[in-house]
């Protein structure tokens, strides 16, 4: 596999991997509403079709941290936004924040 080839599929199978386990975060964290069974995407608002509340960005911040350590902090990433931006957050956008934060690995792992 080329050098090129290599990094093309790395990032999208990290995408992947983050959007699995952010989905399996968001799933604990909804376990008490009605949308625990919700389909989560890329494409998944937070407030509007998953209507987290403050609360539960507390939750998934916390779940966040323990999963992927102190390099993915979700509070350092809405800090900067304006409430439309946050409430207009999806899946995606903390999906690509996390794989921005994550250390990168050799490109022999990464394969």
Known sequence: MTTERCEAVAPTRLVTTVLDEVTVML???LGEYEFADAEITMSTRFHDDLE??????VTLS???REHYGDTVNLAAFIAD???EE???LTVGDLVHHVVASLP????????
């Open 62 to 64: 916390t779940a966040l």
């Open 86 to 88: 946050i409430i207009e």
């Open 104 to 111: 990168a690995a050799p490109a022999a792992e990464a394969v």
């Open 81 to 83: 936004r304006g409430l």
């Open 27 to 29: 799933q604990e964290v």
């Open 52 to 57: 987290l509340e403050s609360i539960d960005l």
